[in-house]
């Protein structure tokens, strides 16, 4: 079946400018992650959606960084005023609901490279 | 300090060798562990679970130390293929939240 889809791949901006960056969930999943990867460093954990609403953002690095997610699907994360600091790999990741027993697998899409010029 | 911390390597190996990697975690919070696989620029991809009884999937064995807060990974007769780097992940969740904090990964490279 489809995995997670990132939108665009790549992506080249001006100092500045903003962007938007679109994930699809796998189908039926019900939780929703972004996550940061700067060049030779680890991923860094920025917002979680469990359905609409986002009940940790607490990774958000800045009030320049906003997520929405719609109809329990898609979800687009939006820089503003884009700094060369945010060039990363912005990574995506679903999971089906959280059981009674832990966690369920996060499954990753293939990011978006952001180079902020 | 970091809250998952690894060796970053590189650990250069010939094929067949044995491997292992260790990892530590500093907040006893921490619910799920796991190892994720990526390879160069590609997104990461779960490669186990791991549990304090240990668990083993073929040429990988994963073991947990809730007590000392460590986590490892084995790898028997390794492969060319095996070449990647190697994310120690833990997983917070409850309440507000749920989330992967990931170590930042340590490189295999294993040589013909």
């Known amino acids: 079946g489809a995995g997670v889809s990132q939108s665009p791949s790549n992506k080249v901006t001006e100092k500045g400018k903003d962007v938007e960056l679109r994930c699809d969930p796998i189908s039926g999943h019900t939780a929703l992650y972004w996550y940061r990867q700067r060049l030779g460093q680890g991923l860094e954990f920025l917002i979680y959606f469990q359905g609409n609403s986002a009940p940790d953002k607490s990774g958000l690095p800045s009030d320049r960084f906003s997520a929405e997610r719609t109809g329990e699907s898609v979800s687009t994360l939006t820089i503003q005023r884009t700094q060369q600091e945010d060039s990363a790999v912005y990574l995506c990741a679903s999971s089906s609901k959280l059981g009674r027993t832990g966690a369920e697998t996060q499954y990753f899409g293939p990011g978006t490279r952001l180079l902020v010029l | 300090r970091k809250e998952v911390e690894q060796d970053p390597g590189p650990f250069n190996v010939p094929e067949g060798a044995t491997v292992a990697f260790n990892c530590t975690y500093s907040?006893?919070?921490?619910?799920?562990f796991f190892w994720y696989r990526q390879d160069c620029r590609k997104e990461p991809k779960l490669l186990m679970s791991v549990y304090s009884s240990g668990n083993e999937d073929g040429r990988f064995t994963a073991q947990l130390n809730r007590a000392s807060q460590y986590i490892s990974l084995l790898i028997r007769d390794s492969k060319l293929s095996d070449s990647a780097t190697y994310l120690c992940?833990?997983?917070?969740?409850?309440?507000?939240?749920?989330?992967?904090?990931f170590g930042t990964g340590t490189l295999l490279a294993v040589q013909p």
């Open positions: 907040n006893s919070a921490s619910q799920s």
């Open positions: 992940v833990v997983n917070r969740y409850g309440g507000a939240t749920n989330k992967l904090i």
